[in-house]
C-alpha cells in the first residue's frame, strides 16, 4: 500500500517503507499533483509551477517523462491517471494525511454538533497528531505549492480552535493554558484564540492574568493595526470584571488524563526541633486556609514570607507546612530555587517544574521540553488534588509565577529576601514580613536548644549572644543549625559565617 505524507515534509511510503523521491522535479511534481489530489492539474499550470515560468522548449516531453518516472517510483499507473483535462493523482483517505486530518476533522465536528463532546476531542486529536511540522516544508518555494500550504495551516487552526472550545466545555481549563498562551503569541490577531486564553485562566481562579491578556491584546491591536477588540472580547472582559457566574464549566468537569495511582510526595525537610516565637505569622499563614484547607473557590492562597538573610524564613516556611501537612492529604512539593545562592546558579522555573513533575510520577520521556507543556502538565496533575507547594529562596515573581498551582485545592508557601509586588499585584500573594526574634523569643530559643540550667547559669553570656545575633542574622542562622559547642573563648570561639 502507498502512503502520501504532507503535512510536514514530503514523504512517501510502500508497506510502511520510504520511497525516494531525490529529484527535484519528481518531487515538486508530486507535491503539484497531491495538492489537488483526486483532481486533475491542467498541463499548462504544472509546467508553470514546475520551471518557475521559464519553462524549455522541450518542458511538455520532459513532463511526460517525470510522469512515467513517478509512476514507476510509486508503483502504479492506476495512481496518476491523464485526461482532457490534464493530470490527477487518485489517492484513497487512508492514503494521504492531509484526506485523513479533513476526514477526522469533520467527524469531530459532527460528535461536537451533536453535544458527544468526548468522542469530539478524541477525534481532533487524532487529527492533530498527524502534524508533523509545516506542510510540504521542502517543496513550499513552489508558489502552487504555497497556497496549500496556507489552506491546510488555516485547517489546523481551526481545528486546533475547535479541539480547546471541547476541552473548555468539558472543564479541562487548567490544563489548556500553556497551549493556549503559545497559540495566541503564535498568532496574534486571533481574536478567538485570546478569547479561550482568557477564559481558560479565569475559570483556573487566574482573574488578574485573564484580564492583562485582555489589556496586552488591545494594546496591541491598537498599535499594530489601528483597530479595537471585537465584540466577543470586550464582552467577555466585562464579564471577567465582575465576575459573572455565566462564565463557569457549561459541565463538570471532565477527567485530565493523569496515570492513575499517581505518587504522594514528601518533600518536606525535617522541621526544626524546639520551634520557638513567631505566634503572629503562624497565626496569619493559618487565617490564611479556611478550615478544611483549601482556598476560597477558584483561587490558591498564596502567603509570601519575605525578610533579610538568615532572619528564618526557611524554617518558618517548613515548620508551618509540616503543622498544616494534613490539610493536604495529596502531598507536599519542597524546592529550593537557590535565589540568593552564593555557591550555585539560579534555579530556572523549567528546572523546579520538571523536578516536581518527577515526584508526580511523570516519566521523564513524558516531559515536554516546552516550559508552556511542562506547567500545563503540572497544573492539570494538581487539579482536583491538595497539595501545599513550598518554594524557597526566590529570586523574583517570574522565577514563582510557573509553578504556582491552578487549583483551589491546593495552596504555595514563597519565601524571598524581596517583597516580590509583581506576585502580591498578579497572583493575590499574601505578603508576610520575616522579623528577627525578639530579645524574649531569643532567650526561650537558646533555652530549648542548650537548656534552661546552662542558660540560667550564664546570663552574661546568653545576653551577649542575643545582641550579637540581632546585629547579624546570618550568625543566628549558624546558632538554630546546632547548638553552640560551649561558652565563647579563645579556643572555641562563636560560629562565624
Known sequence: MIEFGVLGPLEVRRDGVAVAMKPAKWRRLLALLLCRAGEPVEVPALI????????????RKNLQCYVHRLRRSIAGQEHIVHSAAG???????????????????????GAYDRGDLESAGALLRQALKLWRGTPYADVSDVPFVTQEVLRLEEARLRAQELNVSVDLELGRHSALIGELGRLATAHPYRERLRYYWMLALYRSGRQAEALEVFRDTRALLIEELGIEPGPELRALNEQILR??????????AGPVEVRPGLPVPRQLPSDVPAFTGRASVLHALDRLLPDDGTAP????????????AGVGKTTLAVHWAHRVAARFPDGQLYVNLRGFDPNGPVMTPGEAVRGFLHALGVPADDISPAL?????????LL???????????????????????????????????????GLVAMEGACPLTVDLLTAAESRQLLAGRLGAGRVAAEPQAVEEIVARARDCPWRWRSWRRGPPPGPRSRSRPWPTR
Open 87 to 109: 493530470y490527477a493523482i487518485i489517492v484513497g483517505v487512508d492514503q494521504m494525511d492531509a484526506l485523513r486530518f479533513a476526514d477526522l476533522v469533520d467527524r469531530g465536528q
Open 48 to 59: 508553470e509551477a514546475l520551471w518557475n515560468g521559464r519553462p524549455p522548449a522541450s518542458a
Open 297 to 308: 473557590a477558584g483561587a490558591v492562597a498564596i502567603p509570601l514570607l519575605s525578610g533579610t
Open 243 to 252: 465576575s459573572d457566574p455565566a462564565l463557569g464549566p457549561t459541565r463538570a
Open 372 to 380: 508552556d507543556a511542562q506547567v500545563a502538565l503540572y497544573r492539570s
Open 383 to 421: 487539579a482536583g488534588r491538595r497539595v501545599l507547594v513550598v518554594l524557597d529562596n526566590a529570586r523574583d515573581a517570574e522565577q514563582v509565577r510557573p509553578l504556582l498551582p491552578g487549583s483551589s485545592g491546593c495552596a504555595a508557601v514563597v519565601t524571598s529576601r524581596e517583597q516580590l509586588t
